[in-house]
Every structure is written in structure tokens, then in C-alpha cells.
């Protein structure tokens, strides 16, 4: 069994900084892509940013320039850093991660965290 759990959301002003961590744990051989996603009330699940085990990373129109997604591989964890926020990244942010067990090496499953709330005040 794998599990992923995120920490780091809040309440933060418009402009502010916030930063996501989301550590995988269980019985993992290693992990293929991991990602941030969030869902606004109303609104679909939308991607955020995402980045493979290599460093290769991709970001939605909306946050790139003011989010930074990273990954420390040693440690099976992604982090989101957030800047210059903005009322409209109000959202649940979701950690996503693309797990390779211990006892089934030639898939993957697909994980997501519990989701962590995001407000940003204006």
C-alpha cells in the first residue's frame, strides 16, 4: 500500500508566498511523474505543474512564472512553491504521483493525496 499526504496549505493575502510538500510513502520501487493539481469550488480538477523523475517540469498558463514545482527523489517528495498569490488560486490543491510498487514493477499506480486548502485573501 502507498500512500501520498501533503501539508504546507493555508490562509495567505493576495501577493503572498505559500509553499506544498507531499511525501509518498509505502512500498514504493520508484516514482515516474508526480504533480500538483487543485480544484476551485464549481470548477473541474485542473493541473497545476508537474515534473518527472528527471527534473523535466510543466506548468499551467495561469501559475508559470509564480509557481515552482521541485522534487527531492531521496526522499519520495514534491514540493509546489507558490508567489505572488492571487485570489483565483483559492483552490484544494491535490498531490498526484505516478507510484511503481515493490510487488508489480511493470505498471504504476496512480496516487492521490487527501488535497490541502489554498485561500488567498484579497
Do not use: H
Amino acid at each position: 500500500q502507498v500512500q501520498l499526504v501533503e501539508s504546507g496549505g493555508g490562509l495567505v493575502q493576495a501577493g503572498g508566498s505559500l509553499g506544498l510538500s507531499c511525501a509518498a510513502s509505502g512500498s514504493i520501487f520508484s516514482i515516474n511523474a508526480m504533480g500538483w493539481y487543485r480544484q476551485a469550488p464549481g470548477k473541474q480538477r485542473e493541473l497545476v505543474a508537474a515534473i518527472t523523475s528527471g527534473g523535466y517540469t510543466n506548468y499551467a498558463d495561469s501559475v508559470k512564472g509564480r509557481f515552482t514545482i521541485s522534487r527531492d527523489n531521496a526522499k519520495n517528495t514534491v514540493y509546489l512553491q507558490m508567489n505572488s498569490l492571487k485570489p483565483e488560486d483559492t483552490a484544494v490543491y491535490y498531490c498526484n504521483a505516478q507510484i511503481v510498487v515493490v510487488t508489480a514493477k511493470s505498471t504504476y499506480l496512480e496516487v492521490w493525496g487527501q488535497g490541502t486548502l489554498v485561500t488567498v485573501s484579497s
